[in-house]
């Protein structure tokens, strides 16, 4: 059986507005079994959690079904590489250790199969508005993760739900991904343009999570865009088989 490249992101497993948690992290998990056989790899490409932080000595409660399936699939030799999103920021040490996980925070640039990828969850990339770029630096100031580790997890665990909700307009019942409105009007399809133009017009794919949106869209003649939408009612991913890259949608049907 040929071997197989997974790309996923934007889970948000464990936000307050997704009403039956048992039921996503289980349709996750299924996803996941139905790769096991013929994945190389696996890209967790951010905001996987809609929320973690590990302490020194404890790590928050949840997510015990979709960490084990993570560790069938490493045990069965399947590489995975979780890049670091603007939800699941705080990973640090206890996927990799217990599981084997490759953490990441921020770009990569890596031969797959033989094509080349750049690889990023996608809120660091581009003109960011300045209060995002505020946020996001205190998120990732050493300082100020040792000041917040120093408060207890009953007050920033419902802090922390409950600002996540605070930026987002919708629930499940009446949410609607976003819409891809063309290159010209998506950042993270100029921000590719730019690369290509002015850093390196060797880059075959573009793979990005954040944005909800779902794109496959040509770049160049040897480039694509890649933008993976989300598991709040997209169910999409993208999978390579060394030829081509294919963007789909789980069948939730088997759920």
């Given at each position: 059986m040929s071997r197989r490249v997974y790309?996923?992101?934007?889970?948000?497993?464990?936000?307050?507005?997704?009403?039956?948690?048992?039921?996503?992290?289980?349709r996750v998990v299924e996803f996941l079994m139905s790769i096991k056989d013929d994945a190389e790899a696996l890209y967790l490409m951010g905001d996987i959690l809609d929320y973690w932080y590990e302490y020194r000595t404890v790590v928050p409660r949840g997510y015990v079904r979709f960490f084990g399936a993570l560790a069938q699939l490493a045990d069965a030799g399947v590489k995975i590489h979780w890049f670091i999103g603007n939800h699941d920021i705080w990973l640090f040490d206890y996927v990799r250790d217990e599981i084997g996980v490759e953490i990441i925070d921020g770009t990569r640039v890596e031969e797959i199969m033989g094509k080349k990828f750049f690889l990023s969850h996608g809120d660091g990339v581009g003109k960011l508005p300045l209060g995002f770029r505020f946020i996001r630096g205190v998120f990732r100031n050493k300082v100020c993760q040792k000041l917040y580790a120093g408060i207890h997890p009953r007050w920033t665990i419902p802090f922390a739900h409950a600002w996540s909700s605070g930026n987002r307009d919708f629930d499940e019942r009446t949410y609607e991904a976003p819409q891809f409105e063309g290159i010209e009007s998506e950042p993270q399809a100029q921000f590719a343009l730019e690369y290509l133009r002015d850093v390196d017009p060797t880059i075959n794919y573009f793979v990005f999570g954040h944005r909800h949106v779902l794109a496959d869209e040509p770049l160049?003649?040897?480039?694509?865009?890649?933008?993976?939408?989300d598991w709040i009612t997209q169910f999409s991913y993208a999978v390579f088989d060394g030829n081509d890259m294919i963007l789909s949608k789980y069948d939730t049907n088997r759920s």
């Open positions: 790309f996923i992101s934007d889970l948000h497993l464990g936000a307050s507005y997704i009403r039956d948690q048992r039921a996503a992290e289980r160049s003649p040897t480039c694509r865009l890649i933008i993976l939408g």
